[in-house]
């Protein structure tokens, strides 16, 4: 088996092409391999910001030798009536590289056994290598030279490597060889003898090519510095993600601050470092942000305080605009910021911001009402909720919207569950953070949420494919999930009502947005429970209650009763159309009408679906013996419409748990 190498040396690329690269590349030569039966056993794909490599472990040497067999024209067209091949049949057999004896007849046409032979697997390399790499795709493509093929950036060397022998491949202006370049100030012109040398060779010249090893070993030495400290770190995965496709050669540095910047709030100062500066903040073990944090540079040396005093100047440039901001901002309460909502679109056709939030105060009073929450700090979090989008602060940072307003509304002296709705009403703020904890912010981010989507589709900007409007699809899982976490007995079915009459622009979008609604949560809860399960219990609208949808789905899931299957599914074929429950039971005719109308009544839903399903498992054999003894269809209409009917109640006992037709 072989090994091959194949590596592109680059201008520095950007971080967030990277991932999209090492993806598109994993799965170019897996399609590759696969289309031309080429055996192998792995695909590794590793990436810096300066070289895209492809490591294929277990290469069969070609593809397989193919017998196949082919059809070729009637017989009597083939040969001529003394058995001598027509020009047809020559052309059949040349075309295949057979001759006259090769062919045989078969159901009167002529046929012909060829083998193919299996190309080489370096030639099948040479040729679809190239065109493996030209598929790349990517945001902001760029030509140099006088080249008319475009790449994310310029390349600059090309090694590529099956064993020990060159495999010559031609990257848009540059020929492959066995060479290749290590960390910008250490050694160049590596010659790479074979596969296996690659990635220790590089190492010894302080590239660590291996983005998991990089990213295992930015985390060790972060850990260590901040060990030093006796403080901690909280790196997001995305920031470790772009940490890791910025350097070759991870070198950690502590740097620090004024303590005069803990004075701003703490998110600022985090955002400033993490966000603008891909710095990993550092924090007591209580959680208190100190004033130093670790910078990965990609530095070869032990000389760091040129490093230590260029990043202290760019973050104290950055660190005194947010406290000049702060400060300004904090001259006057946070409710003074609300009036300026009025000049800030919210989306056209929708109102301004100020528009929105009133809308947001309304909904938030509906949602408290049928909550049973009885708290002014709802009603105030809703009127305050957007007031920081006005700030000079969120202006400059608005990713840190709903946390200046909560430090903002603390210095203000608003309440704390103010202060904490405000914050929360924004989450979750991705599909893995947390929810709103606090009252405030479940009833507000609600509110907020279900404005903002009925807004996009009462404005005809349903999302479709990878389009997603202001992130409605986003604010929907928000809704799910802060509703299901927090065991919310909320009709959303109603308050998407009251949203959509609140709009300035009238639609009919109802229908609509709950099935926008009951889709998420069916995606959201697709890890856990059947698809078919949870689209059968969607067919009593989850929207009227979440929670009582996975009560449902949890019970269903337990199914495991044939007979109680076939025969709901029997009762909903039989009753196609919408018939009536008036039962008499002077109409019935025989004890096994009886016996099911009793049973029928015995069962009721109590609030444990589980039980539920077991009493609906309990009446089967009435059932089962009603379809035995009972024809439905009795040539008297008050009897066939008395069967109908007692079927037509136990279809009410059926459809309350779920539609079993789609189980």
């Known amino acids: 088996m072989s090994k091959y190498l194949f590596e592109v040396g680059v201008e520095e690329l950007p971080y967030k092409f990277i991932p999209m690269a090492i993806e598109q590349l994993k799965q170019g030569f897996d399609k590759f391999l696969k289309d031309n039966n080429v055996s192998f056993s792995d695909i590794k794909v590793m990436a810096t910001p300066r070289r895209l490599a492809v490591i294929i472990d277990g290469l069969s040497s070609s593809q397989p030798d193919i017998e196949k067999i082919v059809k070729g024209p ?76 475009k790449f994310s950036r310029p390349i600059r ?5 099956l064993d020990s022998e060159q495999v010559p491949v031609r990257i848009i202006d540059k020929d492959s060889s066995n060479i290749t370049n290590g960390h910008r100030f250490s050694a160049q012109n590596i010659v790479i003898n074979n596969p296996d040398e690659y990635v220790n060779k590089l190492r010894d010249a302080k590239v660590i090519v ?51 910047y803990l004075t701003i709030p703490q998110e600022v100062a985090v955002t400033v470092m993490e966000t603008h500066q891909r710095y990993f903040a550092l924090y007591e073990k209580s959680g208190k942000l100190i004033n130093k944090f670790v910078t990965i540079t990609n530095y070869i040396g032990n000389e760091f305080e040129n490093i230590k005093a260029g990043n202290l100047r760019v973050i ?96 203000s002296g608003e309440e704390k569950g103010v202060q904490d709705g405000i914050r929360e009403h924004y989450f979750p703020l991705n599909a893995d953070s947390e929810t709103a904890k606090s009252i405030e912010g479940q009833i ?36 799910i999930k802060t509703i299901l976490e927090h065991n919310i007995k909320l009709n959303l079915s109603d308050v998407i009502e009251k949203a959509i009459s609140y709009l300035p622009v009238q639609a009919d979008i109802k229908a609509d947005v709950e099935e926008f609604f009951v889709q998420r949560l069916i995606i959201f809860l697709n890890s856990d429970y059947s698809k078919n399960i949870l689209e059968a ?33 029997r009762v909903l074929r039989i009753l196609k159309d919408n018939t009536s429950n008036n039962i008499n039971e002077n109409l019935f005719m025989e004890q096994a009408e009886k016996d099911l109308y009793r049973a029928i009544q015995n069962v009721n839903f109590t ?49 309350l748990l779920t539609d079993f037709a789609k189980l």
């Open 210 to 260: 291996d983005q998991d090893e990089r990213k295992a070993k930015i985390l060790e030495l972060t850990k260590i510095e901040a060990d030093k400290l006796n403080a901690e770190t909280k790196i997001s995965d995305d920031l470790l993600e772009e940490v890791t496709f910025i350097v070759e050669y991870p070198v950690a540095v502590t740097c620090d601050f004024d303590t005069a």
């Open 74 to 149: 009637i017989s009597k067209v083939a040969f001529d009536e003394h058995g001598n091949l027509t020009k047809a049949g020559e052309g059949f057999a040349n075309k295949n590289g057979v001759t006259k004896d090769d062919l045989y007849v078969e159901d009167n046409y002529v046929h012909a056994k060829i083998c193919i032979k299996g190309k080489n697997t370096k030639d099948l390399l040479k040729e679809n290598v190239p065109v493996i790499f030209s598929k790349l795709q990517g945001p902001h493509f760029m030509r140099w030279g006088t080249n008319e093929t």
């Open 444 to 479: 507000v981010g609600i509110a907020d949420k279900i404005d903002t989507i009925c807004a996009v589709f009462a404005a005809g900007k349903k999302p479709t494919g990878s389009s997603d409007p202001l992130g409605v699809r986003r604010a929907a899982l928000g809704i």
């Open 157 to 161: 060397w090309v090694l590529s490597i």
């Open 316 to 411: 104290k440039a950055r660190l005194d605009d947010a406290v000049f901001f702060f400060n300004e901002d904090t001259k006057k309460p946070l409710e003074s910021y609300v009036e300026n909502l009025k000049g800030m679109t919210f989306q056209k056709g929708m109102g301004s911001v100020y528009d929105k939030t009133e809308r947001i105060i309304k909904l938030s009073e509906n949602i408290a009402n049928a909550l049973g929450v009885n708290k002014p700090s709802v009603k105030r979090t809703a009127e305050l909720c957007k007031a920081d989008l006005a700030t000079n602060l969120v202006f400059e940072f608005t990713e840190l919207q709903g946390f200046i307003g909560a430090d903002y509304a603390r210095v």
């Open 537 to 569: 219990c969607s067919a009593n609208n989850p929207c009227k209650d979440f929670c009582d949808y996975v009560l449902r789905v949890k019970a269903v899931s337990k199914l495991n009763d044939e007979k109680l299957l076939e025969n709901a599914n």
């Open 607 to 655: 609030g444990d679906y589980e039980k539920y399903l077991n009493d609906l498992i309990t009446i089967n054999p009435a059932v089962t013996k009603f379809f035995d003894d009972v024809l439905v269809m009795d040539k008297d209409e008050k009897v066939k419409n008395n069967r109908l009917a007692l079927l037509n109640s136990l279809k009410d006992k059926y459809i």
